[in-house]
């Protein structure tokens, strides 16, 4: 009777404690693929092989590196074939299921369709979907991948793109001090309290929990990098409005994911949080952010705790994520 | 056609007060339907011919933007046609490419990429066809290659203002010939 009780005290605290998990995250846009499915075992492998670039030099994995949080650390722009740098940060890739636009411009509609960008682009990977299905075809392991995946061949554009897309829907950050802190596994010190005090009432209109961004654009008021020009989602909607208006990034993993904004021009958290204080071009008509932030010396010290908090170390070092340590 | 002139890709014709050469001409025609929306890609290296179900009382150049958002990327809408937009995903409608005395791109090639399925730039136009089979259409791109000659420079290859503007003029210039 003692166990039966046991029991059904242990499912009961399992239940809340799933329907806590479940109650702060919001709906994925995109389904979630099972890691464990030769699907995703597929999309890993490619999101890994250099076979996809024009000169089979670098793969997914060059930019976006697991210990990066899928970013990149060591360029702010990013770093194509032939030693091509391009016109953007490599963004973080955390979290991709619950967006619903893809690229700091927001050009890709679809998980799938924003896998064909950096394949074909000239500064990135600069191939052509014709060689790439080629070189697959040709490749006899991929060939049997595939028919384990897909339970068909040749290999096709629509299995690239959904390998690799469904590899990527379950890049899933959701268990760092903040996650433990919301299933009320764990309390925030004071400092980090303080922090999330200055977070909600500063960051958290665009940078909204429990994803860190609301997949809005924003100006940020960055003063214009003319070697660049980049207009942002501009240059996909001709709307004046969104003029220098950028995918609105999520902060999760932030410790691993720098250097900071569409253009990676800052390499310190402090720095970007110094901006928000300091930096604010207001001569810039287009800006999101109406005025600098009032935020004291100590008053960052605070914010960075917070932000130190939305750390997954189990997202960066899931070894479900990497090659070498796949299953 | 261009004006009263059929083309044949790659060869010479005299229109325009300039003599052009069509090097690509390839177009996205989508057919409603009351089960799954048919679609094809018409390319002039291939054929510019496809089967539309009787019961078809219009068909759309181009993809719309529902078929755009939820392509599957199988078949015509796969995206090895080269027909999306990989910058800026979307599908291309209408693709024609060529070379004019007129342009001033590198090597007088002129390249008009019609995409675009967003608001108010969006790209797709249906038009009603006849009930009796077989029918064909006529596109004189003449309209369509002058104003791209005479005002872009030579090549509109965005979805955008212009992009509209070049795909409305394309509208005007359809005939049905039953």
Request: with cysteine.
């Amino acid at each position: 009777m003692k166990n039966f009780l046991l029991i059904i005290c242990s499912m009961f605290l399992l239940m809340s404690f799933i329907s806590v998990k479940e109650e702060y995250f919001p709906k994925p846009h995109y389904p979630i693929a099972d890691q464990n499915s030769p699907i995703v075992s597929l999309g890993r492998e490619l999101f890994h092989d250099p076979i996809l670039s024009k000169d089979s030099t670098i793969s997914c994995a060059s930019c976006h590196s697991q210990y990066n949080a899928f970013a990149h650390s060591d360029h702010a722009l990013s770093h194509g074939i032939a030693d091509r740098i391009g016109i953007r940060n490599a963004p973080a890739l955390i979290n991709l299921a619950w967006s619903e636009s893809f690229m700091w411009d927001g050009a890709s509609f679809s998980l799938e369709a924003q896998v064909l960008t950096p394949l074909t682009a000239h500064h990135e990977m600069d191939n052509s979907l014709d060689t790439i299905l080629r070189r697959l075809n040709n490749h006899p392991k991929y060939s049997h991948l595939v028919q384990q995946a897909f339970g068909e061949t040749p290999i096709l554009t629509k299995h690239l793109l959904k390998a690799i897309a469904s590899y990527e829907s379950t890049l899933i950050s959701r268990n760092s001090r903040y996650d433990s802190m919301r299933m009320h596994l764990v309390e925030f010190t004071e400092q980090e309290q303080k922090g999330y005090t200055l977070f909600k009432q500063h960051c958290n209109r665009c940078h909204t929990e429990p994803l860190f961004t609301n997949g809005q654009f924003a100006n940020t008021a960055l003063p214009m990098d003319t070697s660049l020009n980049d207009m942002g989602r501009y240059r996909i909607t001709q709307d004046s409005a969104h003029i220098r208006h950028f995918k609105i990034p999520t902060l999760r993993n932030l410790l691993y994911s720098f250097p900071y904004m569409h253009d990676g021009r800052f390499k310190r958290l402090r720095d970007v949080l110094n901006h928000y204080a300091e930096g604010i071009n207001m001569h810039d008509e287009h800006r999101s952010i109406e005025k600098p932030f009032t935020l004291r010396s100590h008053d960052i010290t605070d914010l960075m705790s917070f932000l130190h908090a939305l750390t997954d170390r189990t997202f960066i070092f899931n070894p479900q994520f990497s090659m070498r340590n796949a299953k | 056609m261009i004006g009263k002139n059929h083309i044949t890709l790659n060869t010479p014709i005299n229109s325009l007060d300039d003599t052009l050469r069509i090097t690509a001409c390839k177009m996205y025609i989508s057919i409603p339907s009351s089960t799954k929306q048919i679609i094809h890609v018409l390319d002039i290296e291939e054929t510019l011919t496809c089967s539309i179900p009787d019961e078809a009382e219009t068909v759309i150049f181009g993809i719309d933007s529902m078929h755009t958002v939820n392509t599957d990327f199988t078949d015509a809408l796969d995206p090895i046609h080269g027909m999306f937009w990989t910058w800026n995903s979307g599908y291309i409608n209408v693709k024609i490419e060529g070379i004019s005395r007129k342009s001033i791109q590198n090597g007088n090639i002129f390249q008009i990429h019609l995409g675009g399925y967003l608001s108010p730039y969006s790209t797709a136009f249906s038009i009603r066809i006849p009930r009796k089979a077989p029918i064909r259409m006529e596109v004189d791109l003449g309209p369509s290659i002058q104003t791209v000659l005479k005002q872009y420079g030579g090549t509109v290859m965005s979805p955008g203002k212009a992009g509209h503007e070049l795909m409305t003029i394309l509208q005007r210039s359809i005939t049905i010939v039953e």
